[in-house]
């Protein structure tokens, strides 16, 4: 008798000892266990606030979570870029532009977040052209440069600020005309630089399509030329190449990013998801309709491919330029 029950008691204690080394794998609950607030450095109404609108409510269904968008503007969107980056959770992500990633560090050594080591890159959501635009009255093509070079720093242009793609493709554009010495104005979203132009406190700006194509359809702006080659998001606007500009090749581009620590299983599952709603036509002609070429799949490596390229770029400009934070 003694026998059998010290052998049913075996078997009890081995039942119970596999019951709960499985406990922690039933109660474990999948990535998002909250909802997601996904931060955007410019305010409601800009290009990159459409992006993450673009993404964030099919993310939430997808995910079975809410996905929040909270709009931080200031600092060129860095304001934004350091909350993500302090994150201590998998529940906070982030819609950047080119700056935060590639020249903010060169122009703000202070800056409180190392774009090289404090975030996991994701992919890019939307690529784009600028456009340079000038007041209604503006001459067209070569005339514009012409009046633009006899005008020297008496003329200003506007960007959303120090560092942007904006910012530093002017100075670059700077660089490819003699003569040309406009003054920077930097302002907090492209809907304010284009108040800027039409109320005449600056004559031109590098502004994306989606901001900026209704004005000059309305007659309120023209559209100078494209910082690239023809594109289907502007084509009746000519590259800046036809006007004797040579070398000058820039896009505009917003992503998607987390925190250095985001856990494995999130990345995964966000690549997943994202891959699938950027591939999703509807999603596609909205995020075309703001302006913005969608890319074919989410793909991290394009993105860190895209970051260390145009980090190089930008180095070259800054020096060149001799571009300071103070500007």
Do not use: C
């Not at 800056?111 to 994701?122: G, I, M, R």
């Not at 917003?254 to 509807?282: F, H, W, Y």
């Amino acid at each position: 008798m003694k026998t059998i029950l010290s052998g049913r008691l075996v078997v009890g204690m081995f039942a119970l000892f596999a019951l709960l080394s499985f406990v922690p794998v039933a109660f474990a609950q999948p990535w998002p266990t909250k909802p997601i607030r996904l931060v955007v450095g410019f305010p409601g109404g800009s290009t990159p606030d459409g992006a993450a609108r673009a993404i964030a409510q099919p993310l939430s269904k997808a995910l079975g979570q809410p996905v929040v968008v909270d709009n931080r503007s200031g600092a060129s969107g860095n304001i934004a870029a350091d909350q993500v980056a302090k994150a201590t959770d998998d529940h906070t992500l982030g819609i950047v532009i080119n700056g935060n990633l590639t020249s903010a560090k060169m122009l703000s050594p202070n800056l409180p977040y190392d774009p090289a080591k404090d975030f996991t890159l994701l992919s890019t959501v939307g690529t784009a052209p600028l456009i340079l635009v000038a007041q209604p009255d503006a001459p067209d093509g070569r005339a514009f440069f012409e009046a633009a070079s006899a005008a020297g720093d008496k003329w200003n242009y506007g960007s959303v600020g120090n560092g942007s793609v904006a910012h530093l493709g002017m100075e670059l554009l700077k660089s490819r005309v003699p003569g040309l010495a406009a003054v920077h104005v930097p302002y907090q979203g492209n809907p304010a630089v284009v108040v800027g132009i039409l109320g005449k406190q600056i004559q031109m700006a590098l502004i994306p399509p989606g901001v900026v194509l209704p004005q000059v359809a309305a007659g309120k702006m023209k559209a100078i030329g494209l910082t690239s080659g023809r594109s289907p998001l502007a084509p009746n606007v000519a590259p800046l190449a036809d006007f004797g500009i040579k070398d000058f090749q820039l896009e505009v581009w917003t992503a998607l990013v987390g925190p250095a620590n985001l856990s494995p299983a999130a990345k995964d599952r966000l690549m997943k998801e994202l891959t699938a709603i950027l591939q999703d036509e509807a999603i596609r002609q909205q995020l075309f309709n703001q302006g913005w070429k969608a890319p074919s799949t989410a793909s991290s490596t394009e993105l860190q491919t895209r970051v260390r390229d145009e980090t190089r770029i930008m180095q070259k400009i800054i020096s060149s330029q001799g571009v300071k934070s103070n500007q």
